[in-house]
């Protein structure tokens, strides 16, 4: 890595009159520039590298190598479930068939919307609701789209007085976010000891101005919300609905189903649940799903199958209105689909027991080690709240050892960090899923990289305030960097 290519701009590169391709002389009669029209040429010329096609090639291919993905390590990102993306599902969504214009005529598309359709029926199942929809492109747009359908339904009642949404404080930030685009006042509930939803603080919240409740679950923390029938039963009696923030629904598959708790909407991010590619800011996908009796709200389009057997795309008087251009982000659908016929309904199950394994196994071998806030079983992901205090030493030293420098020393070992300092409730916290991909051995290397960094911090603890060491970016000035960022292209 240590060569003339490696950190530097590709312009940093160029050198004047070096070329790495040239186009030929178009042959075309009435095509050359002369022809153009003076509105569409250019005054000046690009201000482009100048750089041949191997320094090119070597110069981006040792960008990409830079990347961490779940393809190059161990990803524990907790709450986002940075699970393995199978190569089938790539090459089933490369298939010719699939790839078609998306405004191709439902008469020329038959195969594509009806694997939509399946689709939309098997997370049906796996949620215990009546339909979804594809259509929205990410989790958060999936939260704003059946958010909206909770209001389109009271105002379709005629019951415009519900403009609240209560969201626990262990919620993803974009539970309250998304209620505030929708144009709901968000009204937060506690979260007990153990950290799960506070009734006794829910009760006093309820009332005629509620449209709905967010919850997740399992929540945040990695814990299972056990009341979730208790708390559907006063949110429905008050008039409300009940809304799942599907972001955790990996430890659930094929055990339980939201849909037999009590939630009306729920959405389900295939980016995380149905093992799509997944960050760098997309591509994405969050389907929503309803129960009997809202499915005339979810948004337009929607693929219906004709008693002939045929598909088409209808659009409901009742619906929301549109949210996307198209029917969703369909290559990541095909994604999903082609993962979810792989496991089949005799092997979804495994998919949470086994995420749920992974999680405790780490959980129980490292809590000599590391704050467990929350004693017990959790689910698919669990949180620290730092080092104990024989190893991190006192919170008021300047060698105390905080979740940050855990965070950046694990990346001298070729781990990505889990999540730092989310949820709120804990100073320290540090989130771990490792999901269900990752092997025994695998989870012993973190394992024993976690121990050893504990051990580091208590001998050491400047090895750790300095990290990263190995990296090709050592420690930044988080401030600066924000204020005078520097992109690479």
């Known amino acids: 890595m240590n060569n003339v290519y490696y950190g530097k701009l590709i312009f940093e590169l160029s050198k004047p009159g070096r070329i790495g391709y040239s186009l030929p002389t178009s042959d075309i009669q009435g095509y050359c520039i002369d022809n153009l029209p003076e509105c569409v040429t250019r005054k000046n010329q ?131 976010a998304s209620a505030a685009v929708c144009g709901l006042q968000i009204v937060q509930v ?120 045929t598909y088409s795309t209808t659009n409901d008087d009742q619906s929301l209105g549109r949210v996307s251009g198209w029917l969703g982000n369909f290559g990541i659908i095909i994604r999903a689909y082609a993962y979810l016929l792989s496991l089949g309904r005799e092997n979804i199950n495994m998919a949470g027991k086994l995420s749920v394994l992974n999680a405790n196994y780490i959980k129980e071998c490292l809590r000599s080690h590391y704050k467990l806030p929350i004693d017990g079983l959790c689910k698919h992901e669990f949180v620290f709240d730092g080092l104990k205090d024989e190893y991190a030493g006192d919170r008021h030293s300047p060698d105390h050892v905080t979740t940050l420098d855990v965070a950046k020393r694990l990346l001298d070992y070729g781990f990505h960090a889990p999540t730092i300092y989310f949820p709120l409730l804990f100073h320290e916290a540090m989130m771990i899923e490792p999901t269900e991909t990752e092997s025994k051995d695998t989870l012993d290397e973190f394992i024993a990289v976690m121990k050893q960094i504990a051990e580091e911090a208590k001998a050491n603890p400047e090895l750790l305030k300095t990290a990263p060491h190995s990296t090709p970016i050592r420690r930044l000035d988080d401030v600066k960097a924000v204020k005078e960022p520097r992109f690479i292209y």
């Open 190 to 309: 506690k979260s007990t000891t153990d950290g799960t939803v506070d009734i006794e603080d829910l009760k006093p919240l309820l009332g005629p101005d509620i449209a709905g409740m967010m919850m997740t679950n399992p929540n945040t923390l990695g814990i299972f919300e056990r009341k979730i029938p208790e708390i559907a039963r006063l949110v429905h009696e008050c008039g409300g609905l009940m809304y799942y923030d599907g972001a955790n629904l990996n430890p659930m598959l094929g055990v339980c189903r939201p849909g037999d708790m009590g939630f009306d909407v729920m959405h389900i991010n295939l980016h995380k649940t149905f093992s799509t590619p997944h960050g760098g800011g997309g591509p994405g996908s969050g389907p929503v799903g309803v129960r009997t009796g809202l499915e005339q709200y979810l948004p337009n389009p929607q693929v219906v199958r004709n008693v002939d057997g």
């Open 46 to 176: 690009l201000d482009l590298p100048e750089a041949d096609e191997l320094t090119v090639a070597r110069h981006y291919t040792n960008m990409s190598n830079n990347n961490f993905g779940v393809d190059t390590g161990f990803y524990p990102l907790g709450s986002c479930t940075m699970k393995y993306n199978p190569k089938v599902n790539e090459e089933m969504a490369a298939l010719p068939g699939f790839n078609i214009h998306p405004s191709t005529p439902n008469a020329m598309a038959q195969g594509a919307l009806e694997l939509y359709d399946e689709l939309q029926k098997i997370l049906s199942e796996i949620a215990g609701l009546s339909r979804f929809t594809l259509n929205p492109y990410a989790g958060a747009h999936g939260e704003l789209t059946g958010l909206m359908v909770i209001r389109k339904y009271h105002m379709q009642r005629g019951d415009v007085t519900r403009t609240k949404i209560i969201v626990p404080d262990s919620a993803h930030g974009t539970n309250p």
